[in-house]
């Protein structure tokens, strides 16, 4: 999902995403339940497009310095000709178009302008003039975003922990119930659609439900304890790299982008479906999940030695963990939508297990102060530099700020990425869990009737 960049820093100053207090009766735990994950659903869906516009502004500057060092070369050698113009034009046109900058208002000269030699000279100098600015504005729109971004994710995980805890108070009263006496059943199995699209792998109810909600927990645990670790370290990292306007830390950064522990490289993402990074990146998952889910990392192959900074900029710029389908395989309809009635040794397990996963969320809330200052001082510290971008006329001190620009978006896409994405998904599993454990269970309370 895109959007304009205006649209994003529109979006941004009237993000207010909802948090749920205490003032809510438990009561119907399950109903309550539901409007959480439909809050945290819609309050993650803004934070990915926030992050998906940050990083598409971030390659339009990277594209305008590209520009701006071509016409550079250009005034070397007498200038643009009318040709170069015109290819210049439509460009910049389609770029600010996308970013939400009046084309007319961007002081690009017009094509007439590159008529005689003197002529064309004066217009690149007014064309740089332009696009410099331009590059300024997206830097400072870009710290504006890294700054929302600091206020959402607070929000947001304010609200992922309120449903962790009503999860766990859930679990512990289904876990509670799957004691009772009684353990002849009415009905032996029953049929769910929304649970069959919930929790299906491969496209099919899984018959082991109590191992796939394991399969679940050690995921959480994956990301709460080494997303957590990985954040902190490129936060320092990106917050170093900008005090000191250290382009070669890239080199580092990009050592330290690991896929998920117990992933997998994918040989052929295309033929799975999966979007392939450029070359150099590698795309791995993890094991599939309930509804035929994965931890899909794309991260620089093993050696980043010999890569030009600007090599290594695209890299920075394509590494990004995230929850996706596992494959195309994966369809929008199970094949099949009946569940066998859990055992209710089976449904304590589940319960149990669902108490474990809501644990492992509030454990990240550790994390989050420091999480949360870290950004804090990302988004000082590229305020700092933003003011030189488009501006500086040192060619190493253009590709350091160019680099630190890369080293900031990504910095602030891994503190939400993939943990803010991977928690939505992770309460509305475990909550479908949780309706599997209840709905077997009623199967029980019909037999005592």
């Known amino acids: 999902m895109r959007r304009s960049f205006t649209g994003l820093v529109a979006a941004m100053e009237n993000d207010k995403p909802k948090t749920d207090g205490d003032d809510k009766e438990i009561g119907d735990n399950a109903n309550s339940l539901e409007t959480d994950a439909i809050e945290i659903s819609d309050s993650a869906a803004e934070g990915e497009a926030h992050q998906a516009a940050t990083d598409e502004a971030e390659s339009t500057a990277e594209a305008l310095e590209n520009f701006a060092v071509a016409i550079r070369g250009a005034q070397a050698n007498g200038g643009l000709n009318e040709h170069g113009a015109q290819i210049l034009s ?102 769910n659609d929304r649970l069959a699209k919930a929790l299906a792998i491969d496209n099919a109810v899984p018959a082991n439900i109590v191992a796939e909600a394991t399969n679940l927990k050690e995921a959480v645990s994956t990301v709460v304890s080494v997303g957590a670790k990985l954040s902190g370290d490129i936060g320092e990292i990106a917050i170093k790299a900008l005090d000191e306007l250290k382009g070669d830390s890239l080199g580092p950064l990009l050592a330290m982008a690991k896929p998920f522990p117990g992933s997998d490289k994918v040989g052929d993402p295309q033929a799975e479906g999966l979007a392939a990074g450029q070359e150099g990146i590698e795309v791995s998952r993890s094991k599939q999940l309930p509804g035929g889910r994965a931890l899909i990392s794309r991260t620089p192959a093993a050696s980043t030695s010999g890569k030009t900074l600007e090599q290594m900029i695209k890299l920075v710029g394509e590494t990004s963990y995230t929850m996706g389908k596992y494959s195309s395989k994966i369809k929008d309809e199970p094949v099949g939508k009946k569940f066998n009635t859990a055992l209710k040794a089976d449904a304590g397990k589940i319960a149990n297990t669902v108490g474990l996963i809501a644990e492992e969320m509030l454990a990240y809330r550790k994390a989050t102060p420091k999480l949360e200052e870290m950004q804090s001082k990302l988004a000082a510290a590229a305020e700092k530099i933003a003011n030189g971008a488009g501006a500086e006329e040192d060619e190493a001190k253009r590709k350091d700020l160019s680099a630190c620009k890369s080293i900031a978006t990504m910095a602030n896409r891994v503190f939400t990425q993939p943990g803010a994405e991977f928690m939505k998904y992770a309460v509305n599993t475990s909550k479908a869990l949780l309706d599997y454990v209840e709905e077997s269970l009623k199967q029980y309370e019909k037999a005592a009737a």
Do not use: C
């Open 90 to 191: 439509i460009a910049t046109e389609h770029m600010f178009t996308r970013m939400g900058i009046d084309s007319h208002q961007s002081s690009m000269p017009a094509l007439e302008s590159y008529g005689t030699t003197s002529s064309r000279l004066q217009a690149g100098v007014i064309a740089l003039e332009a696009i410099n600015e331009q590059i300024k504005n997206i830097w400072k729109a870009i710290v504006a975003a890294i700054k929302k971004a600091y206020e959402w994710v607070k929000k947001y995980w304010l609200q992922v922990f309120g449903a962790a805890e009503k999860l766990q108070k859930r679990a512990k009263a289904l876990e509670e119930a799957a004691r009772s006496p009684g353990s002849t059943t009415k009905e032996k199995t029953f049929e």
